[in-house]
Structures are given as structure tokens and as C-alpha cells.
């Protein structure tokens, strides 16, 4: 079975720095992509990179590249999602999901549980 | 970016109606388009991929329809269980940007 299993709910205080988690089983995790999505609270789903972790080719959304750092420990079937610096306004739902495709149409089949982060001083 | 565009943003319907949910490109996204569907507090559940494939376990009163830069994604018979938002979204490029949604409740 699939399972996509994120690291806990966080708050943390502007200016700190925060990196969350997302570990997969029941499939070839280096051989599938992975991305991250993002939900502020009660608004729609945002796109805000993948990655392979097979050889850690990364994609960000221009929305988003600098802000956050994605990468994968192939070696623990682990994808990661990193800000330096967090922001009141990265307070968020973050979603890992994983990227299947079928003819060359891709989709997140799979998803994480979801994992909230608070910013607030 | 390619942005998507969904209407209407909600929408009021009653037990065994018909549904059609719309999503706009705006540019071609050819036939790369998929659904989800999203109930408050859980994460996103693929319906629908390459504009009609249903995803394994979808019930088939899910259907959609399009190409190009318009899509629809009709509920033939509303169940209880279906009162949830839904998104498409573009796979044609990264990033693979998701409609606003539309929320779908019961009348």
C-alpha cells in the first residue's frame, strides 16, 4: 500500500527556520516524483515545486523558488521542505503528494496527511 | 504560469441532482487537466486524470470532458458524500498550477 506520512504540526516564530518531512512507502520512492502544495487557511491549492529524489532533480514554481528548499534522502524514502527564514504569511497546511504519470499526463495520486505550520511572534 | 480558472466558485445542489463544474486554461493545456476533490480538514483525493481517466476506486457518476483550454467535470448523481471542493488542475507545464476551486454544498 501507498502511504505518504508528513511530520507533525509546527509553530515557530518569524525569523526561524524550519524543515518538515514527508516519508513514503509501498512503492519505489527514488524512482517517483514528489511535490510539495501548499493551502493557506481556507484558500485554494497552490503548486510549489517537485522533486525526483532518484538523482534530486529539482522544479520550483517561480512563485516560490528562493523562498523554500526541497530535497530527498533517498536512502530513507524521505522528501523535505525547508524555509531559512519563515514568515507570518508562510503560516500554512503543506501537502507532499506523489507524482504518477500515464502517457505522459502527470497527477498526484497520492498524498500526505497534511502538515500545519503556525508563524506567529 | 498558466492559469486556471473554475466556475462557478460555489455552487448549491441537492441530493441525486446533475452537477457540472467548468475550469478554463488560459492557454492550451491540451489534455492534461485533473480533478480532486478536497473535504474540510483532509487532504486532496485524485478523481480524474488526462481530462477523463477515472482514478482507481472514483464511482462512475464522475465524469469529465474537454481539451485544449476548456474542461467540465459533471457529478451525474449527487450523493451526500460528494458535498466536498473540488480543483482542477494543469499538468501541460510546470508549474502545474491549480484552479481556485469550487465548493460544492448542499441546498
Known amino acids: 500500500e501507498v502511504q505518504l506520512v508528513q511530520s507533525g504540526a509546527e509553530v515557530k516564530k518569524p525569523g526561524e527556520s524550519l524543515k518538515i518531512s514527508c516519508k513514503g512507502s509501498?512503492?519505489?520512492?527514488?524512482?517517483?516524483?514528489i511535490g510539495w502544495v501548499r493551502q493557506m487557511p481556507g484558500e485554494g491549492l497552490e503548486w510549489m515545486g517537485i522533486?525526483?529524489?532518484?538523482?534530486?532533480?529539482?522544479r520550483y514554481s517561480p512563485s516560490f523558488q528562493g523562498q523554500v528548499t526541497i530535497s530527498a534522502d533517498k536512502s530513507i524514502n524521505t522528501a523535505y521542505l525547508r524555509w531559512s527564514s519563515l514568515k507570518a504569511s508562510d503560516t500554512a497546511t503543506y501537502y507532499c503528494?506523489?507524482?504518477?504519470?500515464?502517457?505522459?499526463?502527470?497527477?498526484?495520486?497520492?498524498w500526505g496527511q497534511g502538515t500545519l505550520v503556525s508563524v506567529s511572534s | 504560469d498558466i492559469q486556471m480558472t473554475q466556475s462557478p466558485s460555489s455552487l448549491s445542489a441537492s441530493v441525486g441532482d446533475r452537477v457540472t463544474i467548468s475550469c478554463r486554461a488560459s492557454?492550451?493545456?491540451?489534455?492534461?487537466l485533473n480533478w480532486y476533490q478536497q473535504k474540510p480538514g483532509r487532504a486532496p483525493k485524485l478523481l480524474i486524470y488526462?481530462?477523463?481517466t477515472l482514478q482507481s476506486g472514483v464511482p462512475p457518476r464522475f465524469s469529465g470532458t474537454g481539451s485544449g483550454s476548456d474542461f467540465t467535470l459533471t457529478i451525474s448523481c449527487l450523493q451526500s458524500e460528494d458535498f466536498a471542493t473540488y480543483y482542477c488542475?494543469?499538468?501541460?507545464?510546470?508549474?502545474?498550477?491549480f484552479g481556485q476551486g469550487t465548493r460544492l454544498e448542499i441546498k
Open positions: 503528494a506523489r507524482l504518477s504519470s500515464w502517457f505522459g499526463a502527470y497527477y498526484f495520486d497520492y
Open positions: 509501498g512503492y519505489s520512492f527514488s524512482n517517483s516524483w
Open positions: 522533486i525526483y529524489p532518484g538523482d534530486s532533480d529539482t
Open positions: 492557454s492550451t493545456v491540451d489534455t492534461y
Open positions: 488526462a481530462t477523463s
Open positions: 488542475q494543469q499538468s501541460y507545464t510546470t508549474p502545474g498550477t
